[in-house]
């Protein structure tokens, strides 16, 4: 598996938020698996967050005290204490600060008991790392801990994606796409003009341990074609060998 990239394209139009006094956002992660906390650590610090980690929920509360996350990764199963109690722990130091829930257990009274224990949201194993880090955003914004620098349109010729409202649209006409396709165009428009390999791409739109062959992207990758390309100047191009990248329609013709 190919680890996460680092995306650092000066062309990123992605919505930058920001602690109010201008510093970056601190999210703390907490689980003990550590392949996890690295993928996850990583798509974090690529928007701009800064993270600690913990492996325990004894060391979850003690970053918790020095850090000051302004939101809180959790995994519900850790290995000294469940993550129910890890939570009451941190409201303790930390009444307000937003808790995302990891668990591999995606029964709905696991969810409600979460829910009503104070956790604000949660997302169940495997999850891709994009998904992770639009729940954080949105949890964040609402807790009125961060402000927006930026927009959250994203751009790239007469092809527009809205990160909040989920809308795309390519000259004024408006495109329907799944889940799972929008995912992979905002991964694309993020990177404008960037070459993305299949495992790049496996990494960050599907979940961290995803077991399936990489001819899913070239599946998805028709499916955006279908929608976005049609009857237009395409702008989703495929580099044999290497991977994906989407440009818009002049500069490909250039």
């Known amino acids: 598996m190919g680890k996460v990239a680092r995306m650092t394209t000066s062309s990123d139009t992605r919505t930058e938020l920001l602690r109010p006094d201008g510093s970056p956002v601190r999210v703390l992660v ?8 690295e993928l996850m650590s990583m798509a974090l610090r690529y928007e701009g967050w800064e993270v600690r980690t913990a492996a325990d929920g004894a060391g979850a509360v003690r970053a918790a005290r020095a850090f000051r996350p302004d939101a809180v990764v959790l995994d519900v199963m850790l290995p000294d ?5 890890v939570l009451g722990r941190l409201r303790r130091e930390l009444p307000d600060v937003p808790v995302l829930f990891l668990t591999a257990k995606d029964a709905v009274e696991d ?8 956790g ?18 949105g949890l964040i ?6 402000a927006r620098r930026t927009e959250s349109v994203l751009a790239v010729g007469d092809l527009t ?16 796409l799944t889940a799972t396709e929008f995912e992979l165009l905002r991964y694309l ?40 390309d049609a009857g237009r100047s395409p702008m ?17 013709a250039a």
Do not use: C
């Open 161 to 176: 994606l809205d990160e909040d409202s989920h809308e795309v649209t390519r000259g004024g006409q408006s495109i329907h």
């Open 236 to 252: 989703i191009h495929t580099r044999r060998g290497a991977g994906y990248l989407i440009k818009s329609a002049e500069a490909a």
């Open 30 to 37: 907490v689980d003990d698996e550590a392949s996890l906390t």
């Open 81 to 85: 204490m469940h993550g129910l109690t």
């Open 189 to 228: 428009m993020r990177n404008p003009r960037r070459v993305l390999s299949k495992a790049q791409i496996l990494d960050r739109v599907w979940s961290y341990d995803f077991g399936g062959q990489a001819n899913v992207v070239e599946l998805y990758i028709s499916y955006l074609r279908r929608k976005i």
């Open 111 to 118: 969810r409600i008991a979460g829910l009503t224990a104070g």
């Open 120 to 137: 604000d949201d949660y997302v169940t194993k495997p999850f891709s790392l994009e998904e992770v880090v639009a729940r954080l955003r």
């Open 141 to 146: 914004r609402r807790s009125g801990a961060a």
